[in-house]
């Protein structure tokens, strides 16, 4: 008896030390994406990929900053296929250090997407415009006609302003555009203008910052589209959706360049073990099902042109605006460091 | 000098764990790009004086909290403090970035507290009247009410043993009961409350969730943002010197009290079992008042917007694979504590029979990974383990080792290992300082190996300290964060990682599921476990 105790404790034992080594075995039949895009709807379109090809889709979910580290550290042999994240500038970053490599150039996918948001390294796979909300209670017509960004340094806004802090990475592009558009001198002023009509301190996110607009702390708020419109969907309880009601959007710098606008990427990482397989995920993100599934749940803007937004987008938001075309989303992400460093000099918090 | 297993082992065990440590202190004196420079002291300045105002803040409130509720259920009878003597004790199991995120759903414009006013006076926007906790208050907040239990369990423990006599002694001289306690029991119990604050400290410096949800720049969040952001790990570095230099006083200092400490805790011979004093009408509904509060401030709170929020929104029940992030979960609790457990006896035990002094510093030293924010510990592990792949593994021909260490099992468990290592051998050491060492001379005349005495003696006498060990492992796992986030496998969750995904990606309320599970698990290994962590029968 004694012994076969001994034997059971040793066979364990053993078991557990097995068990460490055990996540290095690989599988056969899959894709590893390091994703930084958390929705909901994101994993039922993996698994509905599953389930159509058998390919496997294993998930690695962090914040994109400490997931390019890994894929950077882990160099050539890292097992990372796809990097799939919500700003254009971070694929663009990650190009730069000679991370990624080209392979996403089939028919597919090049038929799909507009050149502007993609390359042969990474492509968009959806939308969102970063735009004003504002009180029309407290803001008339006459002051948002002609509404840009730059005139959100314009002193009539003072203590009427709200927007998240500038570490937060919608900011950091959107500030790198205006570098890109207006140069890093001006938009250091106009930094300094911005913060001057902070009606506080920044906190929150984007949907704290419409909500503030909606209770009154402040007239008019920077946020992107989608987060309007899950809202008013009431996935976020009866509170917020009545919160929603009382702001309207504005979409900025019509007369010019157009209105700021940031995709979610998925980017090609070099020595991809399943290249394959990646560019086959990809190109099943861009099929018109996958971007209803998209439209229908993050309220994003489609990447693909035969498919429309959702209606609470088009009914409360529009589609009939000007987009930037013309500044490369592939910019945001030289420019981002200049960006938290005009911020940061401006004193946003 | 003998050279034997035990010594290898201990001198092993010491040196892997010193290693990361000693790469973020080396690091220090590689310098840093140009670039950003202005930046930098800008932002040098900002890390400096919110760790600062963060620290103080934090130790203050925790002394107030942890010795006020200390003081009242050691030394006085109101109405339910026998049940607040461990139930205050849950707050343990709300992480600080769990109560970051119920402070923000209760308080943000149309919240709870919109909604229950709006439920009980009608329509209005009330938002504007309703004090918003969120930034630097927030973050001291969340720090206070999940840490002073550190506080509030070593006061307790001294004030347990402090001596009826010097109660009478004050009422002798004719001290107020506030007299009484400003200047007899505080100043007889202050190594307890030093070591619990320090402990307190080391939680603050270090913590990473709380602070990075509301965007506050700490050393700890600016060392991680430099390495991220402006890829400038020298930086990175330096920062991790300034926070090192604070972490080190406050080990030497926490380090001096915990000796004075243990000689108060021997001291306690011969005095008599004090009474508790019943309190008077109305003072002993202001003190069930104050107990109260902090016991719903720091569990009931978080734990009923937790639970609001998931049967509010209970389609995120659905979408979350408990079964799955519980077995997680578990697997990392039993495996880190099985391998700390059995490393932190072997070096215990080899500390004990070679008596060799660089094997001592070298302990000593390696303890010192506590104290280290995981976040890191993390990073240090992955530059560590790219340089030796690239510049060794790689030069003799070999596999890379990279994915053997980075992304896996193991590699989490071994960070958790340098992280938490002070904890297990710190518990056992305590342990076996209750082992006089002439039961192993008599085990030898006896004709008992070393191992023999190892095992058939020693571990009986240290079950206690074991299992308290395990408990405090145990919890540390279930809430870690940052190692776990930056160094977990491929479709590896836990409940931790969940609510701080959802968070971070503005899902405040799918983030309310895991963390309700988080709170219930370490919540139900606390009431399990309670009678050790209080250790009322402290022999």
């Known amino acids: 008896m004694r012994k076969n105790g001994e034997i059971t404790r040793k066979i364990s034992i053993f078991a557990l030390i097995a068990s460490l080594f055990a996540s290095s075995v690989v599988m056969a039949n899959e894709v590893n994406v390091f994703n930084a895009r958390h929705y909901k709807a994101d994993g039922e379109l993996y698994s509905k990929f599953t389930n159509m090809t058998g390919i496997k889709v294993n998930l690695i979910n962090g914040k994109s900053g400490a997931l390019e580290k890994r894929i950077l550290s882990e160099g050539a042999d890292s097992s990372a296929d796809l990097y799939i994240t919500a700003d254009a500038g971070r694929c663009g970053a990650m190009d730069a250090k000679g991370a990624l490599q080209s392979g996403l150039t089939s028919a597919a996918i090049k038929d799909a997407v507009p050149k502007t948001f993609r390359t042969n390294k990474w492509v968009g796979i959806a939308k969102r415009a970063r735009i004003i909300y504002y009180s029309p209670e407290r803001v008339t017509g006459a002051e948002l006609s002609g509404m840009t960004y730059e005139?959100?340094?314009?002193?009539?806004?003072?203590?009427?302003?709200?927007?998240?802090?500038?570490?937060?990475?919608?900011?950091?592009?959107?500030?790198?555009?205006?570098?890109?558009?207006?140069?890093?001198?001006?938009?250091?002023?106009?930094?300094?203008?911005?913060?001057?009509?902070?009606?506080?301190?920044?906190?929150?996110?984007?949907?704290?910052?419409?909500?503030?607009?909606?209770?009154?702390?402040?007239?008019?708020?920077?946020?992107?589209?989608?987060?309007?419109?899950?809202?008013?969907?009431?996935?976020?309880?009866?509170?917020?959706?009545?919160?929603?009601?009382?702001?309207?959007?504005?979409?900025?710098?019509?007369?010019?360049?157009?209105?700021?606008?940031?995709?979610?990427?998925?980017?090609?990482v070099k020595g991809a073990p399943n290249k394959t397989n990646a560019i086959k995920l990809v190109e099943f993100l861009l099929t018109p099902e996958s971007q209803e599934h998209y439209v229908n749940n993050t309220f994003e803007f489609p990447m693909i042109d035969n498919v429309s937004a959702n209606p609470l987008v088009v009914n409360n938001i529009g589609l009939d605006f000007k987009q930037d075309l013309k500044t490369k989303v592939s910019s945001y992400g030289a420019k981002q460091a200049d960006a938290l460093e005009v911020m940061t000099a401006a004193g946003w918090k | 000098m003998r050279i034997n297993f035990?010594?290898?082992?201990?001198?092993?065990?010491?040196?892997?764990?010193?290693?990361?440590?000693?790469?973020?202190?080396?690091?220090?004196?590689?310098?840093?790009?140009?670039?950003?420079?202005?930046?930098?002291?800008?932002?040098?300045?900002?890390y400096i004086s919110n760790s600062i105002i963060l620290l103080i803040s934090v130790l203050l409130l925790t002394f107030l909290i942890g010795t006020g509720t200390a003081y009242l259920v050691s030394f006085y009878e109101f109405p339910l403090s026998n049940f607040f003597k461990w139930a205050l004790i849950l707050s343990f199991a709300v992480p600080p970035y769990i109560?970051?995120?119920?402070?923000?759903?209760?308080?943000?414009?149309y919240g709870t507290a919109y909604s229950i006013l709006k439920n009980l006076f009608g329509d209005k926007n009330y938002n504007l009247y309703i004090p918003k906790f969120d930034g630097m208050i927030g973050v001291i907040l969340s720090l206070s009410f999940s840490l002073f239990a550190y506080v509030y369990i070593l006061a307790r423990a001294s004030f347990l043993y402090q001596s009826q006599n010097f109660i009478d002694l004050g009422k002798n001289l004719g001290f107020t009961n506030f007299k009484t306690l400003y200047s007899i029991i505080l100043p007889a119990a202050r190594p307890a409350i030093v070591a619990g604050l320090s402990l307190v400290a080391m939680e603050t410096l270090a913590e990473f969730g709380a602070v990075d949800f509301f965007s506050i720049n700490t050393l700890t969040t600016g060392i991680y943002n430099s390495w991220i952001t402006f890829d400038d790990l020298a930086f990175a570095n330096q920062l991790s010197f300034f926070l090192l230099l604070f972490i080190f006083?406050?080990?030497?200092?926490?380090?001096?009290?915990?000796?004075?400490?243990?000689?108060?805790?021997?001291?306690?011979?011969?005095?008599?079992?004090?009474?508790?004093?019943?309190?008077?009408?109305?003072?002993?509904?202001?003190?069930?008042?104050?107990?109260?509060?902090?016991?719903?401030l720091s569990f009931l709170f978080p734990l009923g917007q937790m639970l609001y929020w998931t049967i509010k929104f209970p389609e995120n029940l659905f979408d979350l694979q408990i079964i799955n992030l519980l077995s997680n979960t578990l697997y990392l609790v039993i495996l880190s504590s099985f391998v700390l457990i059995i490393f932190s006896l072997i070096s215990n035990y080899g500390n004990r029979v070679t008596k060799n002094k660089t094997l001592n510093i070298l302990s000593t030293l390696s303890i010192s990974g506590y104290a280290i924010p995981g976040v890191i510990l993390a990073v240090a592990?992955?530059?560590?383990?790219?340089?030796?792949?690239?510049?060794?593994?790689?030069?003799?021909?070999?596999?890379?080792?990279?994915?053997?260490?980075?992304?896996?099992?193991?590699?989490?468990?071994?960070?958790?290992?340098?992280?938490?290592?002070?904890?297990?051998?710190?518990?056992?050491?305590?342990?076996?300082?209750?082992?006089?060492?002439?039961?192993?001379?008599?085990?030898?005349?006896?004709?008992?190996?070393?191992?023999?005495?190892?095992?058939?003696?020693?571990?009986?006498?240290?079950?206690?300290?074991?299992?308290?060990?395990?408990?405090l492992i145990s919890l540390e796992i279930i809430r870690e964060l940052p190692i776990t986030l930056i160094l977990r496998p491929f479709n590896f969750e836990t409940f931790a990682t969940t609510a701080y995904i959802s968070a971070s990606e503005d899902l405040l309320e799918a983030a309310a599921v895991p963390s309700l599970f988080l709170i219930l698990i370490a919540t139900s290994f606390i009431i399990v476990t309670s009678k050790y962590i209080l250790r009322d029968n402290n022999e």
């Open chain 1, 151 to 268: 005139g959100l340094a314009d002193p009539k806004w003072k203590g009427r302003l709200v927007i998240r802090k500038s570490s937060n990475i919608y900011n950091k592009s959107l500030v790198a555009s205006l570098i890109k558009n207006n140069g890093k001198k001006a938009t250091a002023e106009w930094a300094e203008g911005v913060v001057a009509n902070m009606a506080r301190t920044p906190t929150g996110n984007d949907r704290a910052q419409i909500m503030a607009v909606a209770a009154g702390e402040a007239d008019i708020a920077v946020a992107n589209t989608y987060y309007l419109a899950l809202m008013l969907s009431g996935k976020k309880g009866p509170e917020q959706q009545e919160a929603a009601k009382k702001v309207k959007a504005f979409f900025p710098n019509q007369g010019d360049r157009g209105t700021h606008m940031n995709i979610s990427c998925a980017a090609l």
């Open chain 2, 6 to 46: 035990w010594y290898i082992s201990s001198l092993f065990i010491s040196i892997f764990v010193i290693i990361p440590i000693l790469t973020v202190f080396l690091s220090f004196f590689e310098s840093t790009s140009n670039y950003y420079e202005i930046l930098k002291d800008t932002f040098l300045f900002e």
């Open chain 2, 99 to 109: 109560y970051a995120y119920s402070l923000t759903a209760f308080f943000e414009n």
């Open chain 2, 249 to 296: 006083a406050l080990f030497i200092l926490e380090n001096l009290s915990r000796n004075k400490a243990k000689y108060h805790f021997n001291a306690k011979g011969g005095f008599k079992q004090k009474q508790k004093l019943q309190l008077k009408r109305t003072k002993s509904i202001a003190a069930f008042l104050f107990c109260f509060l902090v016991f719903f």
């Open chain 2, 381 to 471: 592990f992955i530059t560590f383990i790219a340089w030796f792949d690239e510049s060794v593994v790689k030069n003799l021909g070999l596999f890379s080792i990279k994915k053997i260490f980075i992304g896996s099992i193991l590699g989490l468990v071994l960070v958790y290992f340098v992280r938490f290592y002070s904890l297990a051998f710190n518990g056992i050491k305590s342990g076996y300082e209750k082992i006089n060492i002439s039961v192993d001379e008599s085990s030898y005349l006896l004709g008992y190996s070393k191992r023999k005495t190892f095992m058939n003696i020693h571990i009986p006498f240290l079950r206690n300290s074991l299992l308290f060990v395990c408990i």
